[in-house]
């Protein structure tokens, strides 16, 4: 879709605002609205956005130490090929963005923008990137006092639960179908009110934007039900964490190039290494895939969720697991799942990390080592040491300290990205990280 059939479908569609939408370093999906009337010029122009945008916290104030401030202008450039009406808000599209700056250059702090350049990294070795994310999350209702509950108290895989989230979860995936998102499984999840979908795998982009899709569709669609959609990390202190894992596969052509019939479980040399560079950098990488004070409440050894820097077979323990291929579609269905990644994460920022982590791993030839058929938590320290497995950062502050100290994925990030990133989620640690367990997760519920 170009610019002008975009013009035409809102005609067509009598769509009378269109929202043109970016996400943060704090992964707060933010925009401004154009009416039908402006349409075209702000589709040639862009839309003006000051410059400290990219400063803000979750807690919503600019970060200390911030580059940006009071002075300065970007514009927010619409996608084209984003461009989507609106199920769930009557006479609305939604165009998902990216930064530019005021002469007309790609803005050096657009998250859009650095996977788009991991994009061309990857390219330049030959390869195309697949991803998918699975989306958990929980239901829930807002009592008079301002206190969330979980909307049931149904069981994993239950019957019970889809029968008791059936009429919102109903809307949820018909909104999904009508904008073309292609759901692919649903089910009720380990929490009580929790939920978990999956889409369709696409090219690493298009994965992103359906991040931010799928979210925006679910949450919408929840208040519809008097509902309140969380995708924090930890909502509930005392029950499951919801992760938003990625699925991910590298593409030559329609050659699945992670696959080796006779490479151990099914992975080439160049998955290996693409694996091992992920697990070198995974202590950093948490800063970017798992990058909320929140998240460290999930965290933890014998939650599922991944707490050692491991990797394995269908083990739901280790960070990285090379999933079971489906029967007749082996090599199409080759992939590893990236467990460390949540709900507060951008997507593209982590994305195109865990991209620049691989791909390092592959240009250093990289070898993860025997994969983990045990729970990582169970090997005593010794075994542990012996095998390389480190224990994740338990804190975003940790996690950030790793991130100020790997080298590649500063490079990648650029300076100031980086910066401005480190600067959000510093600033965030400094307002959260001390606070109770419960103020934590207050501050997270519905931002996420």
Not at 254 to 270: E, F
């Amino acid at each position: 879709m170009d610019m002008q059939e975009v013009l035409a479908q809102v005609s067509r569609d009598n769509v009378r605002l269109v929202r043109f939408l970016y996400c943060d370093h704090a992964n707060v999906v933010r925009g401004k609205a154009a009416h039908a009337s402006g349409l075209a010029d702000f589709l040639e122009s862009g839309i003006g956005l000051t410059v400290a945008m990219q400063a803000f916290t979750l807690t919503e104030h600019l970060a200390s130490g911030t580059h940006l401030g009071p002075v300065g202008e970007i514009r927010l450039m619409p996608d084209a090929r984003t461009f989507t009406v609106l199920p769930y808000a009557q006479r609305e599209a939604r165009l998902l963005c990216d930064m530019y700056t005021l002469d007309g250059q790609p803005w050096e702090l657009c998250p859009r923008t650095f996977l788009s350049e991991m994009i061309d990294r990857a390219g330049e070795q030959g390869l195309r990137v697949d991803a998918a994310f699975e989306y958990e999350f929980y239901l829930a209702r807002q009592t008079d006092d301002g206190r969330f509950l979980p909307a049931d108290d149904s069981l994993c895989f239950s019957s019970d639960g889809m029968d008791r989230q059936a009429a919102v979860i109903g809307a949820i995936v018909d909104a999904l179908d009508q904008q073309d998102l292609q759901p692919r499984q649903y089910y009720p999840e380990l929490g009580p009110g929790q939920q978990e979908l999956s889409i369709l795998h696409a090219p690493i982009l298009q994965a992103a934007d359906r991040q931010i899709a799928v979210r925006e569709t679910v949450r919408a669609v929840a208040l519809q039900h008097g509902l309140v959609a969380s995708f924090a990390p930890k909502p509930f202190e005392n029950q499951a964490g919801s992760g938003c894992h990625v699925h991910m596969s590298l593409w030559n052509g329609d050659h699945n190039v992670m696959y080796d019939r006779a490479g151990q479980l099914g992975l080439s040399a160049l998955g290996r290494s693409f694996v091992a560079g992920i697990l070198t950098h995974l202590p950093a990488l948490l800063a970017l895939t798992c990058p909320s004070v929140n998240s460290y409440l999930r965290l933890a050894p014998n939650m599922w969720s991944s707490a050692y820097t491991c990797w394995g077979p269908d083990n739901r323990e280790a960070a990285v697991r090379v999933a079971s291929p489906f029967r007749g579609r082996v090599e199409a269905s080759t992939n590893i799942e990236i467990k460390a990644v949540d709900g507060s994460a951008n997507p593209y920022l982590a994305l195109g990390a865990i991209v620049a982590a691989g791909l390092d791993g592959v240009k250093r030839h990289l070898d993860p080592g025997e994969p983990l058929t045990t729970n990582p938590h169970d090997l005593d320290e010794a075994e542990r040491e012996e095998r390389g497995i480190r224990r994740f950062p338990t804190t975003l502050a940790e996690a950030l300290t790793e991130l100020e100290q790997d080298q590649l994925l500063l490079d990648a990030l650029g300076d100031e990205r980086a910066h401005e990133f480190i600067a959000v989620r510093r600033a965030e640690w400094s307002d959260l990280g001390r606070a109770t367990i419960a103020q934590q997760i207050a501050a997270h519920f519905r931002r996420y």
